[in-house]
């Protein structure tokens, strides 16, 4: 029986009527483009987050994970749900219920379990993960249709409103409709998706991640006062976001901004979203090998302009890129999380290794390192007795 399954009975005392399962992701590049309404690349993992559920008709939604079993079970009245009212982890499936009824769903009780291998705090989305999986759980528990990108909205929703996190789409989009094998190009304005083949190992690449297993304190007021920023600058310079300021015309738009402090935002945005289209395209042409440069260039950009990088993330680019790497960058919102490289396949293990003993060198936690390889989006994996 699925882990998962096995998990929903002995907590409920009866089996599930199924089980769904959603990914975490890595963003290949495309760093804070998705709060400026622009371009974004991420590809699934396959490290996921499942959920066991059975639907319940009493308006009743009762939670347990497998992570937080010390948390026991948090009992909820659907009726009573509204922002703020929940805490801890059981907020994000809790806020998922609230943004699905909100949008007129048919979504009513259920029981739910879960279990995930996808690392928290690494900057690899396992809170979307979990609003995913259970967005998906629910819907189709209770017969609700919902397309992919408006469920990935509505999880985004419970995330921004219900817990308080002001996150863009990408996570949701990412891991509600990434396919095997490809990156997601969204366009976060429009969700606008572009399945771009992916496939390293064709090439002789392997993409390494290495979760740098820290997160420093400042990081979620950080990631609200870099959006603020930027959109005290889309305002400033008279459009809807910084994604409509022209590559081209970057200098002017920089010369017309009175707060010097704005002037590193635009600057990382712009040149990211232009990095999202060079990568594409070489993606697309079957040159995925002339990404490497851009990926370190990203990274200077998120250290040196938008200033979310941090000592841990710095060293892993360093490093990855001393010991032959393509070209490597942070990923996620920063100051901690995972940075990640592409890579020979045949030089994998090197830089892998050198990145550990860096670490282990610094007094760091020693990092978890892994190969990323493009998965598919959420889906149903196991339909229960129940």
Not at 265 to 273: F, I, K, N, P, Y
Request: aromatic letters at 4%; proline letters at 5%; one cysteine or more.
């Amino acid at each position: 029986m699925n882990g998962a399954a096995e998990g929903f009975e002995r907590a409920y005392g009866y089996a599930p009527e199924g089980v769904w399962a959603a990914p975490g992701r890595v963003n290949l590049i495309g760093e804070y483009t998705d709060v400026n309404e622009g371009h974004v690349l991420p590809i699934a993992l396959p490290h996921r987050t499942r959920v066991a559920a059975a639907a319940r008709t009493d308006g009743v939604l009762r939670l347990r994970s497998r992570e937080a079993a010390e948390a026991g079970t948090a009992e909820l009245s659907l009726a009573g749900l509204a922002p703020g009212g929940v805490t801890g982890w059981a907020a994000y499936p809790a806020g998922v219920a609230w943004a699905l009824r909100e949008a007129g769903l048919p979504v009513g009780g259920a029981d739910l379990y879960v279990e995930s291998d996808v690392p928290a705090g690494a900057g690899l989305s396992s809170s979307a993960a979990l609003e995913v999986a259970t967005a998906l759980a629910l819907t189709e528990l209770h017969g609700a249709v919902c397309e992919r990108p408006g469920l990935a909205r509505l999880a985004q929703r419970a995330e921004n409103a219900f817990v308080g996190v002001p996150c863009g789409v990408m996570d949701q989009t990412a891991s509600a409709c990434c396919t095997a094998g490809h990156a997601l190009h969204l366009d976060t304005r429009d969700l606008a998706l572009r399945q771009v083949p992916f496939d390293l190992a064709a090439h002789g690449l392997r993409l390494l991640v290495a979760d740098t297993r820290v997160r420093h304190a400042l990081a979620d007021g950080a990631y609200a006062a870099r959006r603020a920023g930027c959109e005290a600058a889309a305002r400033a310079l008279g459009v809807r976001a910084l994604r409509d300021v022209p590559h081209a015309e970057l200098e002017d738009a920089l010369g017309r901004l009175a707060d010097a402090s704005l002037r590193p935002l635009v600057r990382h945005v712009v040149t990211e979203g232009e990095r999202v289209r060079e990568v594409v395209a070489l993606l697309a042409t079957g040159e995925p090998r002339k990404a490497g440069p851009l990926l370190t260039a990203g990274h200077a950009s998120l250290r040196d302009d938008f200033a979310v990088s941090c000592p841990e993330l710095d060293l892993a680019v360093a490093v990855a890129n001393e010991a032959g790497a393509l070209g490597a960058r942070m990923t996620g919102a920063g100051f901690g999380g995972s940075a990640l490289a592409l890579v020979e396949e045949g030089a994998a293990d090197a830089v892998g290794a050198a990145v550990t003993a860096a670490f282990a060198a610094a007094g760091h936690r020693p990092p978890r390192v892994f190969a990323a390889v493009a998965g598919e989006g959420a889906r149903r994996v196991l339909r229960g007795e129940g």
